[in-house]
C-alpha cells in the first residue's frame, strides 16, 4: 500500500528533530517511512540509540542497509523493508514521521494501541490530528539564506 511518496528531510531537521524528541542512548527509535535511512542512521550514530527503520520501497530500504553497513551500524540498526503498520512498535521510545496528513491519520490507531504512555512523536510538517501536541516549532536550516521553513510537532503519548 503506497502511504506517502519519499522526500527525505534535510539532515539540519532530522537533526533538529531528534533533539526535539530528546533521544537518549539506548533508546529504541523507530522510523516509520525511513526512506533511505538517514534518520535511523544518525539516531544511532550521533544520538547512540537502538534504531528501526520501515520502509516498504525495496530499493531505499536496500539503499539505507548499505550505509549503515557502510558506517558499522548493523548491530544498531534494523531496516524492515515492509509494511508500516505490520511492525510491532511497543519497544518504541521515539517514532519520526514525515509522512503526511492523511497518512498520519491511517497510522495513528496502530500508534495508539501499541505505544507506552510517555513515547515522543515527532513528526515533520505535517501535524497527528486530534492529537494535542506538546511543542510546535518552525525551523529554518539558514534562516538568512531564504531556505524553506519546516514545521516540527513533539507529542507525547498520553
Do not use: C
Not at 532530522?14 to 535511523?40: N, T, Y
Not at 520501497?57 to 558506517?71: C, F, G, P, Q, T
Request: charged content about 25%.
Amino acid at each position: 500500500m503506497f502511504i506517502a511518496p519519499f522526500v527525505p528531510s534535510p539532515m539540519p531537521v532530522v537533526q533538529h528533530m531528534l533533539e526535539l524528541a530528546q533521544l537518549k542512548p539506548g533508546e529504541v527509535f523507530f522510523d516509520l517511512g525511513s526512506g533511505d535511512g538517514r534518520a535511523v542512521i544518525m539516531a544511532a550514530k550521533t544520538f547512540g540509540a537502538k534504531s528501526v527503520g520501515v520502509e516498504m520501497r525495496e530499493d531505499l530500504a536496500k539503499r539505507a542497509m548499505s550505509v549503515i553497513h557502510d558506517n558499522g551500524l548493523s548491530n544498531r540498526v534494523t531496516i524492515v523493508n515492509g509494511d508500516m503498520f505490520k511492525v510491532d512498535l511497543t519497544t518504541a521510545d521515539v517514532v519520526y514521521l514525515y509522512l503526511t496528513t492523511s497518512a498520519n491519520e491511517k497510522v495513528k490507531p496502530k500508534m495508539e494501541a501499541e505505544l507506552r504512555k510517555g513515547v515522543r512523536i515527532v513528526s515533520h510538517d505535517y501535524e497527528v490530528l486530534g492529537w494535542k501536541p506538546v511543542k510546535v516549532e518552525n525551523f529554518v536550516e539558514k534562516p538568512a539564506l531564504g531556505y524553506p521553513s519546516h514545521t516540527i510537532y513533539l507529542y507525547h503519548k498520553e
